[in-house]
């Protein structure tokens, strides 16, 4: 895949790019428009000008380039877990394995095609069994055919050219010398005196082009850990217009996980200052996810409520993969609410707004003491009801209303491995409200303690002294 406009792509609307060459500022890439009005590459910027003196020009930025064309490397890994990427605009994908998967070359080759440009991307495409063939076919101005056999390819090869091929100017202005004007007329020649007259390099790269001589190539692969940044084109102060920048990065962590397979459940966004520490946004999902719009739906809601504390200029994302083999974050028998989400994008979404420490979650450690059900997630389920809510400490029943006994004794003895033995007989009882409340006797103390309400709504305030309580079955 080539891509002859990527210079142009990742700057926006320019109708084309500069770079300094031999002294002089010169045209890069020309887009079509421009190239409608006579500028074409390596055309003097000054000349460009006197043609059209609209023209929208902007220098090269290879960085951009480089960090976009491994984007798109990423993003081709649903093809073929085998990519290359080789700047300033091409990628190489080894597809004989995913022939059968895709209905074949031709099938595979329209959804590269389509998916790179419904991103925007001009595009030429080459099938050949030789990468160098590949490259070579995918620079022609039009899309070259499907080539999977060797005699195709030299067919293909014969009307290819010299201009095109990538060859020192010095040698193609001699080898035009000869008389020749095409790759099949060099491929005609005798290879032993094309290496005499012009070098050993020549009958190499003819070699590699005719896929006689294999070539090692390693493919490009996604670092362990996800890093990215931006700069914005102009700093803000505005929480919400980083939002579009943000998406940006959100999409391509997306295609860095799809050539991995694999998920996240922990983004963090970066946001840079000029003179201070940058502040760091945690986008959280209860299930591994590579959902780039419910991401963005959280980032959203953050952003309407965080106060920047400084002007931004720049975003950097960063995120831990989920190995593969860990839980997706699809469930085919996940409930759903009544808006048609599943549960956890609901939660997720309140939290964003709410903020983390909005929702509580039961969590049963490996405890049995009732003091630690909330310390944190364990594999300990107590075997009888435990009420909703439990107070901060247990406190003495000295004085309370008349209280009667509906379930119990439930026993726990516990707590002496931590230098804390406790021996309690708990009991759920309901006072003369019908209020259930959940209390407890210490063995060891012979007193009487209340330690929870078995209720879902907020306990009332108890009394400082009342009655001693009346236990009765």
């Known amino acids: 895949m080539h891509l002859p406009r990527l210079a142009l792509e990742v700057l926006g609307p320019v109708d084309a790019t500069l770079e300094y060459r031999g002294g002089l500022t010169v045209i890069h890439t020309a887009s079509a428009r421009a190239m409608r009005r006579g500028i074409h590459p390596g055309m003097s910027r000054a000349t460009a000008l006197a043609l059209w003196p609209g023209l929208a020009t902007a220098p090269r930025a290879p960085g951009d380039e480089k960090r976009r064309l491994l984007e798109l490397a990423a993003w081709a890994g649903r093809f073929t877990p085998w990519v290359r990427a080789e700047p300033p605009?091409?990628?190489?994908?080894?597809?004989?394995?995913?022939?059968?998967?895709?209905?074949g070359a031709v099938a595979l080759v329209r959804a590269v095609r389509d998916g790179l440009r419904e991103q925007g991307h001009a595009v030429r495409t080459a099938v050949a069994p030789a990468p160098e063939a590949g490259r070579l076919l995918a620079r022609l101005r039009d899309d070259a055919p499907v080539l999977e056999t060797r005699q195709a390819l030299l067919a293909a090869l014969r009307a290819v050219p010299l201009a095109e091929a990538p060859l020192p100017e010095r040698q193609r202005r001699r080898l035009r010398q000869c008389g020749i004007r095409t790759v099949g007329e060099l491929l005609r020649l005798p290879r032993a005196g094309l290496a005499r007259r012009f070098g050993p390099a020549?009958?190499?790269?003819?070699?590699?082009?005719r896929g006689d001589r294999p070539e090692a190539l390693e493919p490009w692969t996604p670092p362990p850990r996800y890093r990215d940044a931006l700069d914005l084109p102009l700093e803000t102060e505005e929480s919400r217009a980083l939002l579009p920048t943000a998406e940006r990065l959100l999409q391509a962590l997306m295609a860095w996980l799809a050539q991995r397979q694999a998920a996240v459940s922990v983004v963090t966004l970066a946001l840079r200052h000029p003179r201070r520490p940058p502040t760091a946004l945690h986008l959280g999902t209860r299930r591994p996810t590579r959902d780039a719009a419910h991401l963005s739906d959280l980032l959203?809601?953050?952003?309407?409520?965080?106060?920047?504390p400084a002007p931004v200029t720049g975003l950097a994302l960063e995120a831990e993969p989920v190995p593969p083999d860990s839980p997706c974050?699809?469930?085919?028998?996940?409930?759903?609410?009544?808006t048609g989400q599943p549960w956890d994008t609901t939660l997720e979404r309140v939290e964003a707004r709410l903020g983390p420490n909005a929702l509580k979650t039961p969590a049963w450690p490996a405890d049995a003491r009732p003091e630690a059900t909330a310390a944190g997630p364990s594999r300990y389920r107590p075997r009888a009801p435990r009420p909703l809510w439990l107070l901060p400490a247990p406190r003495p029943l000295l004085h309370l209303r008349h209280l009667r006994r509906t379930r119990g004794p439930e026993r726990i003895e516990a707590g002496w491995w931590a230098g804390d033995e406790q021996a309690r007989d708990y009991y759920l009882a309901k006072d003369t409200d019908g209020l259930t409340v959940w209390i407890f006797r210490d063995l060891r103390r012979k007193r009487w303690y209340l330690h929870g309400y078995d209720t879902q709504l907020a306990p009332p305030p108890l009394p400082e002294r009342g009655v001693a309580p009346t236990v009765t079955r």
């Open 202 to 209: 020549l009958t190499e790269w003819l070699d590699r082009l």
């Open 329 to 338: 974050s699809l469930d085919l028998l996940t409930s759903r609410t009544r």
């Open 89 to 103: 605009g091409l990628l190489l994908l080894e597809i004989r394995g995913s022939l059968t998967l895709f209905g």
């Open 300 to 308: 959203e809601i953050r952003l309407e409520r965080l106060r920047l």
